[in-house]
């Protein structure tokens, strides 16, 4: 008996069509896996089935995983058996969880701290329903729900599969299938991304590089990918919110300036990506998959803006100095001074995100215009950074703008007519925002500046007031000047019943008693 069993054929020496019979009759993705951890050979075929399966059930996520962590020989098994480099992921996320996120990334932005990718989903890490699906090896990344599941003995010490790359999990909830999301609710939004959105977020270039080689598109848009907001001014938002706002489809090139990515933006630049940040773009266009340009499906802010809001000085210089162009025609240079769709500039974008260290000098330095005009939701008015600051009750912005050279008499501005409200009308004012706030692009979400109540909070803001009404009449501010109805800025101090401002005119001299 022990000599016949000897003699016996092993599964290893099965010739190659036998053993893909039998592993095309193993239901679960696990028992698969198991095998293909038995020796190399049976590694071989057995993985490559695996990945066949995944790009015949239109099953991505092996792309997802690859482009995420980086994974050059997994992309490339997958490319292989016939996944598409622009396949789109979609998923029905919480809206309220997604707010969360969101609100605590853009806080990490306006106070200079990177984005934590905790507070931005990973395909292959969030929660999923109890289905099938294709997943990888548990080893690579022990932070996985799969992580927990035994790996399958292997045959031998020598014969073991030792890649740790393209093994697959042994989950028990794995089939080749994949399971959609839940169906979309009115508490619930939709996320759309590609596999070169995730390469950019996490800066790995290697599978970009990849990826455009086997014709993604370098454009894509997506939904819900990146936390970051439209902005259409700092006041603007606060006072004129929109109800019912869009979400934004930014493309890689954004979310790699988003991530602080130098070296992959300028990558991407390199491989002609538009340097507009959002692309209606959700399928490869006909013919070159990388020429986009043909239709214009670009809108919204450019790579400066967005260098300049990060605060990435490198990335501005390249693209201030690196001519701009596509295969199919050149692009303007970027101007130092160019409005985006909602007329901020790359200074406006650096101010609103406090980028004061050493954005804002830098762009100073290469001919930015201090004295920038945002267009207001009022119709035929704008407002420049000082009065904006001023207006808000950001005071610390207002007294660095001063500093800067801001001139000291402009603020909110009559379009139609000369003059309106200068800065020290603003300051006289009660701020637009509530006192204890966080200042920059985290207000509006209820982070609190420093501990104490209301009370302490005011008598905080309004001795800061102070400070800055003595800093504009410093640097000349008009104590007389009047607004488009002849208010000066006693009687604007008055009417708020600003007692610190009113204070802060009596020490530079204004007579409360005249008429």
Known sequence: ASRTMAQSPHLNALPTELLVFVISNLNRVEDIAALALTNRRLYDTANTYLYRCAAQCDDGRPLAWAA??????????????????????????????????????????????????????????RPRPETHGWSPDPAEDSS????????????????SVVSSEEDLSQRSDATPTTEPSPTPTPQTLSRRYHAIHLAARAGHNDIIEMLLRHGATINMSSQSFCACPRLKGLLNDLEHPDPEPSQPQWTPLHVAICHSHTETAKLLLSHDASPWMESTLTKAPSGNNNNNNSHNPFYGSTALHHASGMGLTTLIHHLLSTPTKTKTKPQPQPHINHPDDHTLTPLYHAYASRRWATTIPLLLTLGADINCETKMYIPYTAITPLGEACRLGDFDAANRLV???????????????TGCLTPLHMCCMRPARPAGESPGRAQGRGEVEEGGDDDDNEARRGKACMRTIEK?????????????????????AVQACNTFALEALRIAGVDGDAD
């Not at 992580?147 to 020598?158: E, G, I, K």
């Not at 500093?403 to 007519?417: H, M, N, Q, R, S």
């Not at 504009?472 to 008009?478: H, Q, T």
């Not at 104590?479 to 604007?492: E, Y």
Request: with cysteine.
């Open 472 to 492: 504009l009449v410093a640097r000349g501010a008009s104590l007389d000047a009047m607004d488009c109805f002849g208010s000066t800025p006693l009687m604007a």
């Open 144 to 159: 996985t729900p799969a992580a927990a599941s035994p790996r399958a003995p292997s045959a031998s010490d020598q014969d």
């Open 403 to 417: 500093e800067l050279g801001a001139d000291v008499g402009k603020g909110f501005l009559a379009l139609t007519k």
């Open 68 to 125: 995420n962590r980086g994974l050059v020989s997994t992309l490339r098994m997958a490319l292989a058996a016939g996944l598409e480099p622009d396949f789109e992921f979609i998923e029905h996320l919480s809206a309220e969880e997604w707010e969360k996120a969101t609100a605590s990334a853009r806080a990490d932005a306006a106070a200079g701290r990177p984005k934590q990718r905790w507070a931005m989903w990973d395909y292959n890490n």
